[in-house]
């Protein structure tokens, strides 16, 4: 594919970026197309990503609707036919500042102003529309085609910034073919079917409120789900030989300042004054960690000390960023906090990562590993970077396990191991982690006694396996399209009525599963035997409809139907008890 440079070559673009190369100038053409429909448009920022392409737009007091996608995609297409020549020019710095200002396009102005004063300014030009930007790009519109669309409008401040005017962000995708495009289509298509705020309705699991933005509310079903999950953690920790404590939500603003939290993260914090003091609400579990570690003395002996928690974390995310129970203001971290020995770093995170890859395989995850290091905005002296991040590749290595390396996005305090799972449509999704800190340790005074009586630092681990439960449970719901493996299912069985001449013996049926410990539901409405199947398959999506009737009642049998299947297997009311339960304990 040919593209040309800002400094005006023509060449051809390694394969591995001619996707990001499209989609960079499909973004143009988009900002192209709006500025043909609403002349008033100014642009802030348009990139491409991984997801596809948007743009950030300020339309005055024009607001634009899904309904408006369409419209924008024709002008789109009109560009791409008039196959107009993409060609950069470079401008000085005031140059290009006073051309911007002429084009009334204040928050290109703004971005100058933000970039180094060496930093050469580049503009891309097709017809009547100029932006500023680095490139590469097509040498022409028509180098588009056609294999383009816009998929979604919503909300973004101006450089993220909830202080600064909300612009309107437009979202596209662009593919090479027609295939690639239409296979993409097809996955939004089934996407939008897994959507688990739309089945999460369905299914009566959790609910969203306006007078809760961002704090979701559990239903009865869904926290049949939460417990579940929790009961596994639970039960996978105590194996692993971890303890369980549980911290304050609300503690002293002086601590997160002894922690570093205060100075990084104060902005994503919610505080309040309690006698006259600024406390705060846990953004996430570790200063308690840290707390319970200082609370008594400890040995060589009491080391590795793994402390697990539950805690329920506050963060004060953007509105306009919320997304289900995708991106919330409040969650469930499944923390745990490790204090060790530098001799026992290996081991111990080759344990955790063991761990992980446990849970990630019972759920049927795929899952990606990557190496995050020092960021620039970031605490501890180079010695201890370097020894903490050596620690994460030499258990990486240890293990076998490939890696990426995404240089610059550690934590303040350390690095981390960073695992993105694969969902079944192929997407990705930070869940787990794994983060070497040798600072919080510095930072509180830590200490253990060792085998020669003399004081020294422990190292500690930060880490999580589901992440946040809430979006965990996002992504199962997601995963299995609310069909869930029956030991997760909030209803595992629903024993369905043929008529009320059975009821006697259906009520029986009924009670024997419950006194099994089968989450079990009893339908005896006076409704056709179909219309009560489908609901439970389509609405409910129950792994085990119990069908029992006439003949049901006369031989002692039941009827089963197993969730997605069409046939009906007869079997003892005692041999579906011992199958089902058997898959509730296996969790198979």
């Known amino acids: 594919m040919k593209v040309i440079y800002s400094n005006g070559t023509v060449g051809e673009c390694a394969p591995e970026e001619e996707l990001h190369i499209l989609r960079h100038s499909a973004a143009h053409i988009m900002a192209q197309a709006i500025s043909r429909l609403w002349p008033e448009a100014k642009f802030a920022y348009g990139p491409a990503n991984e997801q596809g392409f948007y743009y950030d737009v300020d339309l005055g007091d024009k607001t634009v609707g899904e309904e408006d996608l369409a419209k924008i995609e024709a002008e789109m297409q ?24 002429e084009r009334g396009e204040k928050y290109k102005v703004e971005h100058i102003a933000d970039l180094p004063e060496d930093a050469v300014i580049s503009f891309y030009k097709q017809g009547d529309y100029v932006d500023m930007c680095v490139g590469p790009h097509l040498t022409y519109t028509k180098g588009l085609k056609s294999f383009f669309k816009l998929t979604a409008v919503s909300g973004a401040y101006w450089k993220n910034n909830k202080d600064n005017k909300m612009l309107t962000r437009i979202k596209g995708i662009a593919f090479r073919t027609r295939e690639e495009l239409d296979n993409y289509l097809k996955l939004m298509e089934e996407a939008e079917k897994r959507d688990h705020r739309k089945i999460g309705k369905e299914m009566r699991l959790f609910m969203l409120a ?35 404590v549980q911290t304050p939500m609300i503690m002293n603003r002086h601590l997160w300042e002894t922690s570093g939290h205060w100075d990084h993260y104060k902005d994503n914090m919610y505080s309040t004054i309690i006698d006259d003091e600024t406390y705060c609400i846990k953004p996430m579990n570790c200063p308690g960690g840290v707390m319970v570690y200082r609370s008594q003395p400890h040995s060589y002996r009491d080391l590795p000390m793994r402390v697990g928690e539950l805690g329920l974390v506050h963060r004060h995310e953007l509105k306009g960023t919320l997304h289900g129970l995708f991106r919330v203001r409040c969650f469930t971290q499944d923390d745990a906090h490790i204090f060790m020995t530098r001799e026992q770093i290996t081991d111990e995170i080759i344990g955790v990562v063991n761990l992980i890859d446990e849970v990630y395989k019972k759920f049927g995850f795929k899952y990606t590993v990557e190496l995050s290091t020092r960021p620039e905005d970031s605490m501890g002296s180079d010695e201890d970077w370097e020894a903490a991040t050596n620690g994460l590749k030499l258990a990486l290595e240890k293990l076998g396990l490939p890696y990426t390396v995404n240089e610059g996005d550690g934590a303040f305090y350390g690095p981390k191991i960073d695992f993105h799972i694969e969902d079944c449509l192929g997407r990705s999704w930070q869940c787990g982690t794994i983060q070497l800190d040798f600072q919080m340790p510095l930072n509180f005074n830590l200490e253990y006694v060792d ?12 880490r999580v396996v589901f992440g946040s439960i809430e979006r965990f449970i996002g992504n199962l719901i997601e995963q299995f399209a609310g069909k869930f493996p029956t030991w997760l299912a909030p209803v595992q069985a629903k024993v369905l009525l043929v008529s009320e001449k059975c009821a006697d013996y259906g009520n029986k049926v009924y009670e024997t599963l419950r006194a099994a410990k089968v989450r079990t539901e009893l339908d005896d409405r006076n409704e056709k035997i179909g219309y009560m199947i489908r609901e439970a398959q389509v ?50």
């Open 78 to 101: 009109k560009i791409v036919k008039e196959n107009l020549p993409i060609r950069p020019f470079i401008l000085p710095r005031e140059e290009a500042v006073a051309f911007m200002q």
């Open 451 to 462: 085998q020669n009586g003399e004081k020294k630092r422990p190292i500690m681990i930060h």
């Open 539 to 588: 609405l409910d999506r129950v792994p085990y409809m119990v069908i029992v009737g006439q003949k049901e009642a006369e031989e002692g049998t039941v009827s089963i139907r197993r969730l997605d299947t069409t046939e009906n297997v007869t079997m003892k009311l005692e041999e579906f008890v011992e199958k089902i339960t058997a898959e509730i304990r296996d969790r198979v």
């Open 210 to 244: 306006d007078e809760a933005p961002g704090f979701p509310f559990f239903l009865p079903k869904g926290m049949v789900i939460k417990n579940a999950l929790i009961d596994y953690w639970r039960e996978i920790h105590t194996r692993e030989h971890y303890v369980e």
